[in-house]
Structure formats: structure tokens, C-alpha cells
């Protein structure tokens, strides 16, 4: 299952070689070896390697007694935000012990990143950037890398390319290095290479992320990210978080309800949001808590990620994987063998159209943060909200048939909801 990013990617193109993972190892070797490369200078050396072909598809309160549970309940953990922070429940297990649901786990990483920028902003330094502190030989190819990480997100993101043309140098490079390490990452378990991806081979990626976050990027594209991070607060947790996503992608194939699929859903989508968030940056008219911003966005990766899921039932059971929890498809009467037939029936449409409600509500408590972020990222945000939202339509419109389906987006329609967004990116936090 591919990575739901905020932004929209159009799915008729595929990245190989996870962006050049296996051969930039080898090139990287080779070159850090060669004693022609300043020491300082051999992290911007290495070069990872694209082609052009099919695109990987990519791809974030309330409670629902239609859909058998009970989420993101409010306790009344912030009163200051002009809407609710959001918190799961907790249960007990059989012997008494206080058990966190996936939403309550999640939170923890939610109020973990935020207090990195409200602390940030408590001591007066600057949040939009940090000085670069580079060497000048380095500069060019520093530079470089930032061009190289535009050049992909240009290719497989265009209508997000387009609005962050709109945000500040110093956001947009940094949003385009996120993009890449993102589709990278998603490339690992996604991509023509997935057959070959062993646990070790994800390890030793989170190996690397870690020396990057160190200041020891592997290749031109760890580079651009690696100061980024320096930059921006932003944690390396998310990241982390992602390649867990990618490790359950190798060794689990099913879902016994929405708390697990949840935690699914953060690892490979929620996660976005929140390394996002500290370089979209919020309005500094907003008055909402900086917990709920962040927790909206989260909502954002949630609600297209689960709009993945639902479009792509069909191929996804291609590859005997049913995104889907369990326990709902066995309360609507239904079971993996359906789900394999691809019988549309209406048992069926009875059970999307729940599934459908609660995507919904997940991109409802999306937009109340989208309205909080710095005016200048406003704009892909919503546009990433708003076409991803139409795709649930189109579910609709092709009478529930997600098994030999696809449902997309027209490119009329697309066109049409831009402006839309752009209007909507203009509205000031009130």
C-alpha cells in the first residue's frame, strides 16, 4: 500500500530502483572511497539515479455508532484552540491494565511534535529558517540537490508543484526534500524492487536516515533533507515512524479492526503531516493550539490514506491484501473471499458507503487546520484535500465497484477545483 502524501501525485508513472537506493549504495561506496572528494564535501557527492516510466501511486473526533466505534473522543485537554484536541479512549484488558488504543499512541507523537515548535517559539528564535551554514564549495551542490528534489516533485506531483511555487524559497525546497525521502521510502515496499526488500534492507534505511539527521547524508538527496532538518523543528520520529509503516507492508496483509488499521494509517500517511507542518509553518494570526493544527493534519494523512484503501480494494486484493478491518467486514455480512470474488452487491454498498462516511469525517477535521497554516501553504494543502475528497465521489459514482473500478479524478474537474482551492488558501484564520 502506497504512501498518502498531502499532496496529489498522478498515478501513470513508477520511480525504479527506489530512486537509485540499490545502485546509489554501490555509486555512494565508490565515491566516498575516492580520495578526489573533501571528506566535509562526500555526503553531496552521490547522485541517486531516476527513470522515467509509470508512476507509483502516492498518496492525511467524533464518535460513529453507525461504524461500531468510538474515536478521537475530546478530553478537554486544550480549551484555548478554537476547535477541539482530539484524544483516543483507553481500555482495560481482561487482567485490569490500562491498554492505549492506536489513537491515544498516535497523540503522543502528535503532542511530541508540537512542543518542539511551540518551544522554538517560546525562545524567540526564528521559525521560518535557520541561517545556511555551509562551506561555499559545498554551496553548488547543496543547491543542486535542492533542483534535483523540484525536478521529481515537478514529475510525479505536478498540481502540488504548482502551489508551492507560491510559498517561500527557504519552504519550498524544504517541502520538495520531504516529498522525495517520502517516495523513496515508499519505493523501498512499492516499487519494482519491492520483491527484493528484506527487513535488514528497510534497517539499514533507518540507519541512514539517522545519519542524516546527524548531518551525514549518504547522497544528493539525503543532503537536500539532511538540511532541511537542520533548518526546520522537525523531528526525526515521523520518519521513523514511515519505515515502520513500510516494515508492516512486508509481513502483514490484513487488519482485525480500525485501531490497528489506524495505526496503519499514521505510520504510512499521518506521518507526513507532521514532518510537514514545522515548514508549511502556522498563520501568526492563528489562535488555535498549536496540539490541534498538528493534530488536523494528521487527520489530513488519515483521510488519504483511507481514500487510498478504498479505491484501490481491487488491486490491492491482486496482491492478496485487504486493507479493510475485519471485524466490520464480518458485522456487514462480508469476508475476504468477496472481496476476492469483487461481487458488488448490496451488503457491499451498505458496508463503503460507512467506510465512505468515515473518510469523510476525517477530511472534515482536516480543514479546520488546513485554515491555521502560514498563508503561502495554504493552497497545495487544500488542493491536496480537495481532489483527494473527489475520489470518494467517484467511488459513489461507479456504484460502489472499487474491484475492477479505478476511481480518478478527471482532469476537467481537477482544473475546476484549483481556483476553488486557491480562493479557500485566501481565507484568513478568523
Same mark, same amino acid.
Given at each position: 500500500?502506497?504512501?498518502?502524501?498531502?499532496?496529489?501525485?498522478?498515478?501513470?508513472?513508477?520511480?525504479?530502483?527506489?530512486?537509485?537506493?540499490?545502485?546509489?549504495?554501490?555509486?555512494?561506496?565508490?565515491?566516498?572511497?575516492?580520495?578526489?572528494?573533501?571528506?566535509?564535501?562526500?555526503?553531496?557527492?552521490?547522485?541517486?539515479?531516476?527513470?522515467?516510466?509509470?508512476?507509483?501511486?502516492?498518496?492525511?473526533?467524533?464518535?460513529?455508532?453507525?461504524?461500531?466505534?468510538?474515536?478521537?473522543?475530546?478530553?478537554?485537554?486544550?480549551?484555548?484552540?478554537?476547535?477541539?484536541?482530539?484524544?483516543?479512549?483507553?481500555?482495560?484488558?481482561?487482567?485490569?491494565?490500562?491498554?492505549?488504543?492506536?489513537?491515544?499512541?498516535?497523540?503522543?507523537?502528535?503532542?511530541?511534535?508540537?512542543?518542539?515548535?511551540?518551544?522554538?517559539?517560546?525562545?524567540?528564535?526564528?521559525?521560518?529558517?535557520?541561517?545556511?551554514?555551509?562551506?561555499?564549495?559545498?554551496?553548488?551542490?547543496?543547491?543542486?540537490?535542492?533542483?534535483?528534489?523540484?525536478?521529481?516533485?515537478?514529475?510525479?506531483?505536478?498540481?502540488?508543484?504548482?502551489?508551492?511555487?507560491?510559498?517561500?524559497?527557504?519552504?519550498?525546497?524544504?517541502?520538495?526534500?520531504?516529498?522525495?525521502?517520502?517516495?523513496?521510502?515508499?519505493?523501498?515496499?512499492?516499487?519494482?524492487?519491492?520483491?527484493?526488500?528484506?527487513?535488514?534492507? !528497510?534497517?539499514?534505511?533507518?540507519?541512514?536516515? /539517522? #545519519?542524516? %539527521?546527524? &548531518? *551525514?547524508?549518504? +547522497?544528493?538527496?539525503?543532503?537536500?533533507?539532511?538540511?532541511?532538518?537542520?533548518?526546520?523543528?522537525?523531528?526525526?520520529?515521523?520518519?521513523?515512524?514511515?519505515?515502520?509503516?513500510?516494515?508492516?507492508?512486508?509481513?502483514?496483509?490484513?487488519?482485525?479492526?480500525?485501531?490497528?488499521?489506524?495505526?496503519?494509517?499514521?505510520?504510512?500517511?499521518?506521518?507526513?503531516?507532521?514532518?510537514?507542518?514545522?515548514?508549511?509553518?502556522?498563520?501568526?494570526?492563528?489562535?488555535?493550539?498549536?496540539?490541534?493544527?498538528?493534530?488536523?493534519?494528521?487527520?489530513?494523512?488519515?483521510?488519504?490514506?483511507?481514500?487510498?484503501?478504498?479505491?484501490?480494494?481491487?488491486?490491492?486484493?491482486?496482491?492478496?491484501?485487504?486493507?479493510?478491518?475485519?471485524?466490520? !467486514?464480518?458485522?456487514?455480512?462480508?469476508?475476504? /473471499? #468477496?472481496? %476476492?470474488? &469483487? *461481487?458488488?452487491? +448490496?451488503?457491499?454498498?451498505?458496508?463503503?458507503?460507512?467506510?465512505?462516511?468515515?473518510?469523510?469525517?476525517?477530511?472534515?477535521?482536516?480543514?479546520?487546520?488546513?485554515?491555521?497554516?502560514?498563508?503561502?501553504?495554504?493552497?497545495?494543502?487544500?488542493?491536496?484535500?480537495?481532489?483527494?475528497?473527489?475520489?470518494?465521489?467517484?467511488?459513489?459514482?461507479?456504484?460502489?465497484?472499487?474491484?475492477?473500478?479505478?476511481?480518478?479524478?478527471?482532469?476537467?474537474?481537477?482544473?475546476?477545483?484549483?481556483?476553488?482551492?486557491?480562493?479557500?488558501?485566501?481565507?484568513?484564520?478568523?
Amino acid at each position: 500500500m502506497s504512501v498518502a502524501l498531502l499532496w496529489i501525485v498522478s498515478p501513470n508513472s513508477e520511480v525504479s530502483n527506489s530512486f537509485g537506493f540499490l545502485d546509489s549504495a554501490r555509486e555512494g561506496t565508490r565515491l566516498l572511497e575516492s580520495s578526489k572528494i573533501p571528506a566535509r564535501d562526500r555526503g553531496l557527492a552521490c547522485h541517486g539515479r531516476l527513470k522515467k516510466g509509470k508512476k507509483q501511486k502516492l498518496g492525511y473526533s467524533f464518535s460513529n455508532s453507525d461504524l461500531g466505534h468510538s474515536y478521537m473522543v475530546n478530553l478537554g485537554l486544550e480549551k484555548k484552540g478554537k476547535f477541539p484536541v482530539f484524544s483516543s479512549m483507553v481500555a482495560a484488558n481482561p487482567a485490569g491494565e490500562v491498554a492505549l488504543s492506536s489513537e491515544q499512541k498516535v497523540y503522543d507523537v502528535v503532542l511530541k511534535q508540537a512542543a518542539l515548535v511551540k518551544k522554538q517559539l517560546k525562545s524567540g528564535e526564528d521559525l521560518e529558517v535557520k541561517p545556511d551554514i555551509i562551506l561555499p564549495r559545498s554551496m553548488g551542490l547543496l543547491s543542486e540537490a535542492y533542483d534535483r528534489c523540484g525536478e521529481v516533485c515537478a514529475e510525479y506531483a505536478k498540481t502540488f508543484y504548482l502551489g508551492t511555487l507560491l510559498m517561500t524559497p527557504e519552504r519550498r525546497r524544504a517541502i520538495w526534500a520531504i516529498y522525495v525521502w517520502c517516495r523513496r521510502t515508499d519505493e523501498l515496499v512499492d516499487g519494482p524492487n519491492a520483491s527484493h526488500i528484506t527487513p535488514t534492507a !528497510l534497517d539499514r534505511w533507518e540507519s541512514r536516515l /539517522e #545519519d542524516l %539527521f546527524r &548531518g *551525514r547524508p549518504f +547522497d544528493m538527496l539525503d543532503a537536500a533533507l539532511s538540511d532541511t532538518v537542520a533548518k526546520f523543528p522537525v523531528d526525526i520520529q515521523p520518519f521513523k515512524d514511515m519505515i515502520e509503516g513500510m516494515r508492516l507492508d512486508l509481513r502483514k496483509s490484513r487488519y482485525k479492526n480500525f485501531d490497528e488499521l489506524y495505526l496503519y494509517c499514521y505510520y504510512v500517511a499521518g506521518t507526513v503531516g507532521l514532518m510537514s507542518v514545522p515548514v508549511m509553518g502556522i498563520a501568526p494570526e492563528s489562535q488555535a493550539t498549536t496540539e490541534s493544527i498538528y493534530n488536523a493534519a494528521l487527520a489530513l494523512g488519515i483521510a488519504n490514506q483511507l481514500t487510498n484503501i478504498l479505491r484501490d480494494v481491487g488491486e490491492d486484493a491482486r496482491r492478496g491484501r485487504v486493507y479493510l478491518p475485519q471485524d466490520e !467486514l464480518a458485522q456487514a455480512g462480508l469476508s475476504d /473471499e #468477496d472481496i %476476492f470474488a &469483487g *461481487r458488488v452487491t +448490496d451488503k457491499w454498498r451498505s458496508f463503503m458507503k460507512n467506510q465512505i462516511k468515515r473518510a469523510r469525517m476525517f477530511f472534515d477535521q482536516a480543514e479546520e487546520g488546513v485554515k491555521e497554516l502560514n498563508a503561502a501553504s495554504r493552497w497545495p494543502v487544500w488542493a491536496s484535500l480537495l481532489l483527494y475528497r473527489k475520489i470518494l465521489d467517484e467511488i459513489e459514482a461507479n456504484d460502489y465497484n472499487n474491484f475492477t473500478r479505478r476511481a480518478y479524478v478527471s482532469k476537467p474537474k481537477k482544473l475546476l477545483a484549483l481556483p476553488i482551492a486557491y480562493a479557500k488558501s485566501l481565507v484568513a484564520p478568523s
